[in-house]
């Protein structure tokens, strides 16, 4: 019976006779045999084959394995002699099933930056960074259901195609029909409407979580923004819980014990992927996850953040006033150099927030709040909605918001409005953190950036 490399190597039973299958690693040979490094991406781990000359397809095929090729391997495990692996295949059979010619084949046993493996998308999970990539992703998008499963909240598949624009900043991918002259025609012919790309399934979701209580959608979203920066992705992914009956700091505990949950995870369960990167990309950084889940989030307001950046006397690239949004430099500085450690801050200026969020008594600011953590700066922001529906008019057509457009938006507050909130994690930024990866375009499967769309 085949199986897997990290079944066999966390509970090895020697004298077994098993199957494998996989991508050669590693090719050397001595003395009347090979020693055959064979990975199936299912642990960093590779497993070694030992292929003995008197197997009938050694010379003609055995000899000649290289990087890339993939074989299927039936064998025993035995006790392994070397240094670094308690235990070995000897092959009774290796059959290759594909070749991979090793004048052309681009991964070769030597290191190849981040900017070279993301032309080669379609080959880089294979590489051991990528691939513990995926499999820390994996394990963090688990989580997130199982996170909000066990707490009762129900899923929600939001729409990827909407006519309704949750930030209000123009940013949405058109829909469009190849017949069509232009992007208002498209939408019309086809939706009867202007519809684009979502950026959030938020506005959906708050329609559940009025007849639901406490749900949660986590699915692809889309901004059509010109930035070329290692933070930002035109296509990417979030998750986003609405709760009924809950207010902002209800909104926060929940997003702060999310994050504890999910960093826990794979601090358990990831431990072999998560030291190649505190190793190679970037040290110390099982200490800083750690720290995370044993210290409570530090918390502060706008105007305490914004007055703590003036008095630091620190050379900005972006000035610090009161109703400017904090930018990447500032968040990192609050959470790096002043907190050390997650930072929540709470109560920004309406005018820098969307009009769906709450209106504090002080008609200045919003009931809005953000997570930074250090190293990527915001990697949640969330609020409690506005649920008085005269409130949210006068938002809406201060922001300059078509209402015709929103009646079902505003059906919610006609009908039996409740307080409620919730936020949005944007899942590359969270998979980034845990990983240490510099550029969010390492984190998610194909990046899809301004220009560039491999595959």
Known sequence: MRKRIATILAAPQ?????????????????SGFSFIEVGDGSCLANIQVIADQTLTNYGDEIK???????????????????????VELLASEVRVLGWADPETYPLQKKHHSFEFLRNISHLRPRTNALGAVARVRSR????????FQERGFIQVHTPI?????????????????????????AAAEFFGRPAGLTVSGQLQAEVYAQALGNVYTFGPTFRAENSNTSRHLAEFWMVEPE??????ECNRQVAEEMLKYLIRLVLAECSEDLA?????????????LQQVVDHDFAHITYSEAVEQLLQSKHSFSYPVQWGGDLQSEHERYLTETIYHRPLIVTDYPAAIKPFYMRVSDDCRTVAAMDILVPGIGEIIGGSQREERYDVLVARMQQAGIELSGYEWYLDLRRYGSVPHSGFGLGFERLVQFVTGMANIREVIPFPRTPGFAPC
Do not use: N
């Open 161 to 185: 195609i909407t006519t309704s624009d949750c930030e209000g900043a123009g940013e949405m991918f058109q829909v469009t029909t190849p017949s069509a002259v232009s992007a208002a025609e």
């Open 14 to 30: 020697r004298g077994e006779q098993l199957q494998i299958a996989g991508w050669v690693r590693t090719r050397r040979d001595a």
């Open 276 to 288: 190649l990167f505190d190793h190679f990309i970037a040290k110390g950084l099982l200490a800083r």
């Open 243 to 248: 709760m009924a009956f809950c207010d902002l």
């Open 64 to 86: 000649k394995l290289s990087a890339g090729c993939s074989v299927l391997v039936t064998g025993t495990l035995q006790e392994s002699p070397a240094k670094g692996q308690a």
């Open 140 to 147: 963090l998008s688990y989580g997130v259901h199982s996170f």
